[in-house]
């Protein structure tokens, strides 16, 4: 695996990051873990959401918040006190790919794990206890199978998206209170009590943390616990741009010389 702080970027400009990356695991690229964070502050919504429906357009042009749509599916979610991952990697892959209940509960028990070393009293979603409303509008409004939770309270919203060859995995992990913005740019018939319940069903990971922690101790922290090869900010921006994604080893080559 490598793994991959790749730092902040708007949203469209991280979900074509991860698309790429998605892309390059068809291929038979080697797994990429890579963290990053929202700048400036946006909506992602799932892949199978219209955005005419989900958002009050006009608000967001307005107020200056972007927008972008996922490659997983889920619901909407405002990116703003948080750590984002994404875990691309082959179907075939032997420690990252699999089938879809596998490889979601492997990772999820990855991040488990980190945020615990972090001091995060973090836990996987007790069986048969997830559900996910059709009705719900928001991510962090509901919790599903696979999830983790603190307190019997949302802290990570994760989704994956699975093609012939390849998985991606993408998820949020809170550590503070700005998710509840996306309650002022849904559409207005979903907008009552939306702040409220994403306030009452979330739970963000700052009180162990501290709300300015550096995505970098993350980082460290997962490196540790899987022995990935590791990539800092521009390092790892050849795994966008190569046309044989095989050849992953032979860029990482120049880059430790």
């Known amino acids: ?129 997830g559900t996910v409303p059709a009705s719900a509008a928001a991510c962090f409004a509901s919790t599903a199978r696979h999830e983790i939770e603190v307190n019997g309270r949302k802290l990570v919203g994760s989704a994956q998206r699975r093609t012939q060859l390849g998985m991606l995995q993408q998820g949020s992990v809170l550590i503070g209170g700005g998710h509840v913005r996306l309650a002022e740019y849904v559409r207005a018939a ?8 994403l306030a009452a069903s979330a739970c963000p990971a700052g009180p162990w943390l501290g709300e300015q922690r550096p995505l970098r101790d993350w980082a460290d922290t997962l490196q540790s616990l ?3 090869r590791r990539l800092n900010g521009a390092e790892g921006l050849f795994l966008l741009t190569l046309e044989n994604p095989r050849s992953y080893t032979a860029a990482l080559a120049q880059i430790e010389r």
């Open 1 to 129: 695996m490598l793994l991959w702080c790749d730092g902040a970027h708007d949203p469209e400009e991280n979900m074509r990051r991860d698309r790429t990356l998605l892309a390059a695991a068809e291929g038979g690229a080697e797994p990429v873990l890579r963290l990053f964070a929202f700048d400036p502050h946006g909506i992602t919504l799932g892949a199978r959401e219209r955005p005419e429906q989900a958002l009050d357009l006009e608000r967001c042009r307005r107020d200056g918040v972007p927008w972008a749509v996922r490659p997983t599916g889920g619901r909407a979610i405002f990116h703003a006190e948080e750590w984002t991952y994404s875990l691309s990697a082959p179907i075939d892959d032997p420690d990252w790919g699999g089938a879809q209940s596998e490889a979601y509960a492997r990772v999820s028990r990855l991040i488990v794990d980190s945020l615990r070393h972090l001091g995060v009293p973090a836990e996987l979603v007790r069986p048969g206890r």
């Open 190 to 197: 979903e907008r009552e009590g939306l702040a409220d319940r």
């Open 226 to 228: 899987t022995g990935a």
